[in-house]
């Protein structure tokens, strides 16, 4: 079997584990082997995979959790595609590249999805976990193998790639001027009113790429990736700061790409839009920072369901010891429990944007989902909330404590994780209950050591979430606390939320447009109503079903359930399902 092994030198403290334990504990070094030699040079352990026998005392006896030792299947050893040096990580077969599909790739954070995306454009050679660094070996490789022609292609400067890159709040640092100019020069398809309309940019393209916000940004990048003629394109993460609306949006319009003969291939967290968007998936798994694994191509229904199970059939492969199930939970009662909050009728006036919020009330212990279009007033809700912004009518006179999280998280902070949540609270931090409930599910004591300025998107969201739910507070608002995470941070998440806030007796408000978690998350939702950027109103608090329904039958999408598994499911628009739920009057829940 081949063994890797693997250890994550940001995390290995030589000087504080009693200097080099685990060559210490190593029985093939006590016996006088060298399964653990050190490298002098950069002060650090290495493990020698032919020499160590997988006992994995160094594993556990590593105060940091530096290492990762795997026993995987012998069929693996010929599909390791990249190694990124010794005890690095390992990368082992790719997706497949289909002209006129969507290929959608599901997987964790860490796992080589993006390691993937590098090879397939062309900006990496991969190494095929040896010495290779040219194509020709590449090819032989892939043999027999349907990349074996895009290799060749690629190697040829056949295939022009095209990469819609993940973090769109970078942008700005490395592009200036209007977006019309950005877009022009991009524009080499002579599809620019077409795309410009699809993608709504007509009010934005005189504005400079520095004023957008990060859905505007979204949109853009998604504009200049399709304006140009490539054979590849690449979407990483499309959804983040996308409203629902737009969100399938896009899907239809990267769909209709793939049909006009391109190769797409996506990186999604969304599973209502990676459904939705993708002919094909694979699933990656693994271990994320130590190995991925690419599955077999799938059925889209059939990989999502397979994901969620944690188990691949045709692989016969476990990933995950549990299942991620979305049962029905019960509908919560109005006037179930104490009240934390009656807020009175408000509105907030911007001249440009009028904002109209209807009065309700808030009961403790219970987490409300915020859903809407983009620029429809959701933060200013939460802002008024939050005593940040003042209400033009109305008082939002209460001794609340709030705590926000918001949408576009800054990052100047100068110090470690853990400075940063300990100057919050740091007996919470030593708490068993937050260690429990919020610390350990979130990946955070991971991070502790790590620079907050050099955190990864994903890892600054996980950072700010746990800083909003450490604060003391009676009500916790959090914008879009889905961005940048992908399927299981997302679940972890939801459920630290809903256990805080039922165990602590808390109120949370959660800005969020990922439907399975709004699904998860909720106990009821506030839906917001109107014309973005003109004017919004907010309903009061209402139960789930009729909330979806309202939200759902404003946007013209019905939505159904996975019989498998229960996720929610969007249909396609004038299918049969979605005529006879329109017909219904049930978007949602059926
Ligand atoms: P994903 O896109 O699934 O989040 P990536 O392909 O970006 O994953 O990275 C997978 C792992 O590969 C990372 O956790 C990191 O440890 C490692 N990695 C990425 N780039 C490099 C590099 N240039 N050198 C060493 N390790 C790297
Ligand atoms: P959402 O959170 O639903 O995306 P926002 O509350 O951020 O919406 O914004 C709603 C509208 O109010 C937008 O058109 C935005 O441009 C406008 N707006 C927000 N803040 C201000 C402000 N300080 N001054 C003027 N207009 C604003
Ligand atoms: Fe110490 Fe762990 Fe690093 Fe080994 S891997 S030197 S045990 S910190
Ligand atoms: Fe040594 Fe066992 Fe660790 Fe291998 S797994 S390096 S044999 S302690």
Redesign the pocket.
């Known amino acids: 079997m081949p063994r890797i092994a693997v250890i994550d030198y940001d995390k290995c403290n030589p000087d504080k584990c009693g200097h080099f334990l685990c060559e210490r504990v190593c029985p093939v070094n006590r016996m006088g082997g060298e399964a653990i030699i050190i490298d002098e040079e950069n002060y650090r352990p290495i493990i020698q995979e032919a020499s160590c026998t997988g006992c994995g005392i160094c594993v556990h006896k590593c105060p940091f959790n530096a290492i990762t030792i795997v026993n995987l299947p012998e069929e693996l050893e010929e599909g390791c595609v990249h190694r990124?040096?010794i005890n690095?990580?390992v990368l082992y077969r790719l997706p497949v590249v289909k002209e006129g599909m969507v290929v959608g790739v599901l997987?964790p954070?860490?796992?080589?999805?993006?390691?993937a995306v590098k090879i397939l454009s062309g900006q990496l050679i991969p190494n095929l976990c040896g010495n290779n660094d040219n194509w020709d070996n590449v090819i032989k490789a892939f043999r027999g193998n349907e990349l074996q022609n895009y290799f060749e292609k690629l190697k040829k400067g056949e295939i022009r790639p095209i990469v819609k890159p993940q973090y769109v709040d970078l942008i700005p640092k490395a592009v200036k001027g209007k977006v019309r100019d950005l877009l022009k020069k991009a524009d080499e398809s002579g599809k620019f009113d077409e795309v410009v309309k699809e993608l709504e940019l007509e009010n934005i393209l005189d504005r400079e790429i520095q004023q957008l916000s990060g859905g505007e940004l979204q949109r853009v990048a998604i504009a200049a990736a399709l304006l140009r003629n490539a054979h590849f394109y690449f979407f990483d993460e499309p959804s983040s700061y996308l409203d629902i609306r737009q969100r399938l949006r896009i899907a239809k319009t990267i769909r209709r790409l793939a049909e006009s003969g391109k190769n797409v291939l996506t990186v999604e967290h969304d599973l209502a839009l990676l459904d939705y968007m993708s002919d094909i998936i694979h699933v990656v798994y693994g271990k994320?920072?130590a190995y991925?694994i690419f599955s077999q191509p799938k059925s889209t229904r059939n990989g999502i369901n397979e994901f969620l199970r944690g188990y691949l059939r045709d692989e016969n492969v476990r990933f995950r010891p549990f299942e991620i199930s979305f049962t029905k939970k019960s509908e919560r009662k109005a006037q179930e429990g104490e009240i934390l909050v009656q807020y009175p009728r408000l509105v907030k006036d911007y001249g440009s944007f009028r904002l109209e919020v209807e009065g309700g009330e808030l009961y403790v212990g219970e987490v409300v989902g915020i859903v809407g279009s983009n620029g429809i007033g959701k933060t200013t809700f939460v802002k008024m909330l939050a005593g940040v912004e003042k209400p033009t009518e109305g008082e939002v006179d209460w001794s609340l404590t709030v705590s926000y999280k918001p949408q576009y998280i800054k990052t100047d902070y100068e110090g470690t994780v853990f400075d940063l949540l300990s100057k919050i609270d740091t007996s919470k931090l030593m708490s068993n209950f937050y260690k429990t409930e919020l610390l350990n599910p979130l990946g955070i004591p991971d991070l502790y050591d790590r620079q907050v300025n050099e955190l990864s998107g994903g890892e600054l969201q996980r950072v700010a979430i746990t800083a909003c739910l450490l604060r003391d507070a009676d009500l916790y608002l959090l914008d879009e606390p889905s961005a940048h995470l992908d399927v299981e941070q997302r679940l972890a998440v939801s459920k630290a939320i809903r256990s805080l806030m039922a165990k602590n007796e808390k109120t949370a408000l959660i800005v969020e447009h990922d439907v399975m978690m709004v699904d998860y998350l909720s106990d009821r939702l506030i839906v917001f109503e109107g014309e973005p950027g003109k004017y919004g109103r907010a309903l009061p608090p209402m139960g789930m079903r009729e909330g979806m329904n309202r939200f759902l039958a404003n946007i013209g999408i019905t939505f159904r359930r996975d019989p498998d598994t229960g996720r929610p499911r969007a249909n396609k628009e004038g299918s049969v399902k979605d005529r006879e739920q329109k017909e219904m009057g049930e978007y949602y829940y059926l």
Request: hydrophobic fraction near 15%.
């Open positions: 990124y040096g690095a990580f997987g954070n860490g796992t080589g999805k993006t390691t994320p920072g991925g």
